[in-house]
């Protein structure tokens, strides 16, 4: 049941679907304190465990932190932050009395999950319009899934993007993206895409393509195709000012640009130099913007991702002139310890301020609103721009789309990847953890940046990250400017990589199923092991393994030079095991915990007895993939199988959905 409690006057953010009475009366569970803006409080007792707040750092059991929701360009993703990307405002609190709860509120939110207090749940807010949700239901996986019907449909990507991708910052030519496909090809491990990051563009202008670094794109793209590659270009927030460039000529002339107070347009220095953010919260600048994405479509494209719009701000014009004033005042003078750190953190501190989001203006469909009220909305509807003008000029095609920033809703449109990892051993833990958590949010296409973004990656680490990021449904490694190369091809003995990513192939027939039926019936695909073991108080605090699908559960090495490693088996299941020689073995592990063995050429996950999971033969890429001669893993006698085109939109055609039996078994 879903009760529904109004407090002031919501913005309307569109991120549910159902229009619900509010309730009048007190709201359950929480002490509700409207003195000074709003909190919200709960006591929790001793082992309950809070899930939720879909992207965000830490435990899959959210607490002893304290969490933000507002949406920020945060390249560090330690355990001292408070926010990354996405604002996704879902608890789950499993406690005696279970219940979800959902604030739907657009701007900063603060989470003291018993960090101030060890038993106190604070929510606390500067203002107290919104709505909030309270779920209650028979357990966890059903309050997910009334939550879940209550934002509405996930995204649904092409099955070709349950392929591997390869991405870098940046293949600044045509000659470069041949030269990585044709070494995946000449080691023959698997490869669906080539991402195209910002050095594609001329100037860093949104859809434009350099002509000097991409001679005949059009043709190019095709070219790619042909080989089985898709081009996924990135698109950029800002707007790059510069006379004569048409979107800037245009959202000038019609006003579809964020302003000041006063309506004179707001300047941020980004990638491109200056530029105006497109106003996303206007629904005619949305259909302009989203408009564009046509220019590259044309050329061949199927797919994007939208990147840069938390909005992240270098500077404003502003903000640097204030600071050049600052820094000024220091000069001459003997400068102690204190001011010293104060002058050096004067640019520090231009980029992404809230002095900067607090002079952003927007025109929501004739309402004026200032961004820092409305701040968590920015890049969840610039990626609704782009996914309803997508579906215009393909309304029978499925594109990829996917984003940094995001809000729950912006789950109907697209799915996200988790932004600027580090190549750390920690970060193949903190992307398993954020799985589950952005799955209760409706996000269902998730991946993080295989093999790290920031700093070196090394040959293990992109290995034994392979080993879960298989599982993820956006496998993509992606790494930044100046980090050492990190494409499989780059290290020695290429067959291990193989053998990892052919293995992803081998598993598309159950991912690309699983994926659809949680997509379809508002389920997840990743969840804790708490969510189908309820009963089982160990299972219950395991914070390195997951639950892939109705069947699987995997436990990936995250740590240096190890051996193996300790995994929890809450029943009797089936292990898999990759073997060096790219075969799989299966054999009976017995409930209870085990230090399993797993070299770094090898790859083992558990299959739930009972349970199948069908796997098809490894091909270079998704379109030469033969899923018609399936072969079983596990020992369960018939699966739940779903299946289409992977590219037309008829998902709920139940032709696409039929029990097939385990032949070895049945
Ligand atoms: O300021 O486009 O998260 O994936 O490679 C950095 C360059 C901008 C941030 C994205 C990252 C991308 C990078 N972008």
Known sequence: MISKFTFGTPFNTQSVVKELCPIDGEMPFFEVDTTNGISFTYTMEKNDIVYGLGEAVRGINKRGWIYESYCFDQPFHTEDKYSLYGAHNFLLIDAKEMFGV??????????????????????????????VYIITGTDKKDIVKQFRQLI????????????????????????????????YQNNQIPLDAVYLDIDYMDAYKDFTVSDERFPDFKNFVS?????????????????????????????????????????????????????????????DARKWFGSKYKILTDMGIEGFWNDMNEPAIFYSEQGLNNAFDRIKSFENKELDVSSFFEARDIFNNVANSDEDYARIYHNADGQKVCHKDVHNLFGYNMTKSAGEALDTIEPNKRMLLFSRSSYIGMHRYSGIWTGDNHSWWSHILNNLRMMPSLNMCGFLYIGADIGGFNSHCTRDLVLRWLSLGIFTPLMRNHSAAGTRDQECFRFENTQDFKNIIDLRYRLIPYIYSEFMKCAIDDDMYFRPLSFDYPTDHIASSVEDQLMVGESIMIAPVYTQNALGRYVYIPKNMMQVRLTDNGMLTQSLIEKGHHFIEIPL?????????????????????????????????????????????????????PANRRMIKNEQRA
């Not at 959902?102 to 919104?130: N, S, W």
């Not at 070709?160 to 045509?174: I, L, N, V």
């Open 152 to 183: 509405g449909k996930s995204y649904i990507p092409p099955r070709w993007a349950f392929g591997y991708q390869q991405s870098r910052w940046s293949y600044a030519t045509s000659k470069e993206v041949e030269n990585i496909v044709e070494n």
């Open 223 to 283: 070219k790619m195709k042909s080989k089985g590659i898709r081009l996924v270009p990135i698109i950029d927030a800002g707007v790059k000012i510069e006379d004569g460039y048409s979107i800037y000529e245009e959202g000038k002339q019609n006003g579809y640009f964020c302003t000041n107070e006063d309506g004179s347009l707001f300047v941020a220095g980004v990638w491109p130099g200056k530029t105006h953010f497109p106003d996303f919260l206007n629904s």
């Open 601 to 653: 050429n090898e790859l083992v996950f558990f299959i739930k007895d009972g349970y199948t999971v069908p796997i098809c033969k490894p091909a270079q890429n998704t379109d030469l993939l033969d899923t018609s001669d399936l072969e079983f893993l596990g020992n369960g006698t018939e699966y739940e199988m779903y299946s289409d085109d992977g590219l037309s939109k008829d998902y709920n055609n």
């Open 102 to 131: 959902y604030f739907d509120y657009p701007t900063r939110m603060k989470f003291d999950i018993g960090c101030t207090h060890t038993e106190k749940l604070l929510v606390t807010a500067q203002t107290k319009d919104m709505d």
